[in-house]
C-alpha cells in the first residue's frame, strides 16, 4: 500500500516534467539524422536540465512537507509511506537527470550496448530486494537499494553517451549533476525555515510552496541556468504571453 501511494505521487510530479521531454526529442533526433551531433549533444543536455529543474519546483516542497500532505491526503496513512514516498521523488530526480541522455543514444541507433549494459544494473534491484529483507534491513531499504542502482545507471548512461557522441562528461557534472545538488540542498534548507517557527498546518504549506517557489526559481535562474538557456526561456514566456494577449482580445471582441 505505501508502495503504491509513492508510486501515485511520483506519477503526478513526473506528468510536468515528461512533457518537457517530449517537446525536445524530435529535435534531437532531426539533429543527429542531419550529421549535426554538436547540437544534438546541447538539446539533450538541455531536455535534461529543463525536465529535471521542473521536477524540483514540485518535488522540494513535497519532501519538506510529505507527512502533512499525506496526512491531509489519506484517513489512514500506510506505514513507512512517507519514507517510501521521500525515496522515490529522490530516485525520480536522479534518473530525470539522464533524460535526454536516453533519447541521444535512440537517436544515434546504436542501442544494443546501451539496453545490455544499463537494463543488466536495472535488473539488479530484484537480487538486491532479496538480499536486505533477507538480512532483516526495514522495507524501504529496497528503494535506498533503488536510488543506488540508479545513480549507478547514470554514471553508466553518461560513459556509454560518452563513447558513443562524444558528450563530454565532466561538463554534464558541471552543467547538470552539480546544479541539481546544489538547487535542491539550498531549496530544501530555504523552504525548511517555516517549519522551526510555524505549527503543521495548510498556512505553513502555503508559506512553504511560496518560498520553494520563488528561492527555487531565483535559483534556476541565476545559476541553473547559462546566458543562452535563460535567452529561450525569456523567448517562450514571451511567446505564450503574446497568445494569450491574443485570445484575450478575440474574446473581448465577441
Not at 23 to 32: D, L, M, R, T, Y
Not at 42 to 69: C, D, N, W, Y
Not at 106 to 119: C, E
Not at 228 to 246: N, Q
Amino acid at each position: 500500500a505505501s508502495y503504491a501511494v509513492a508510486n501515485q505521487v511520483n506519477s503526478q510530479m513526473q506528468s510536468f516534467s515528461v512533457m518537457m521531454v517530449r517537446a525536445f526529442n524530435p529535435q534531437i533526433v532531426k539533429s543527429e539524422g542531419g550529421g549535426d551531433r554538436e547540437r544534438m549533444i546541447r538539446l539533450a543536455t538541455q531536455s535534461s536540465k529543463f525536465s529535471v529543474f521542473l521536477l524540483l519546483f514540485m518535488v522540494i516542497p513535497m519532501l519538506i512537507e510529505m507527512p502533512f500532505i499525506l496526512k491531509f491526503w489519506l484517513s489512514n496513512v500506510p506505514q513507512y509511506t512517507a519514507a517510501f514516498c521521500t525515496i522515490v521523488l529522490m530516485t525520480s530526480v536522479v534518473s530525470q537527470m539522464s533524460t535526454g541522455l536516453k533519447t541521444a543514444v535512440q537517436a544515434t541507433g546504436k542501442i544494443k550496448l546501451y539496453q545490455s549494459v544499463v537494463g543488466s544494473t536495472v535488473l539488479l534491484t530484484l537480487p538486491l530486494s532479496y538480499f536486505l529483507l533477507r538480512s532483516g534491513y526495514p522495507a524501504y531499504s529496497v528503494l535506498i537499494g533503488g536510488l543506488c542502482l540508479e545513480a549507478i545507471s547514470l554514471v553508466i548512461r553518461l560513459r556509454i553517451v560518452h563513447t558513443l557522441t562524444g558528450l563530454s562528461i565532466s561538463a554534464f557534472f558541471k552543467n547538470i549533476i552539480l546544479k541539481v545538488a546544489v538547487i535542491t540542498a539550498v531549496g530544501i534548507g530555504v523552504s525548511f525555515l517555516p517549519g522551526l517557527f510555524m505549527p503543521e498546518g495548510f498556512i505553513r504549506l502555503g508559506v512553504v510552496l511560496a518560498l520553494s517557489f520563488c528561492s527555487t526559481s531565483l535559483l534556476i535562474w541565476n545559476y541553473g541556468f547559462v546566458q543562452a538557456e535563460r535567452d529561450m526561456v525569456a523567448g517562450i514566456a514571451k511567446g505564450l504571453t503574446k497568445k494569450l494577449s491574443g485570445i484575450q482580445v478575440k474574446f473581448a471582441g465577441k
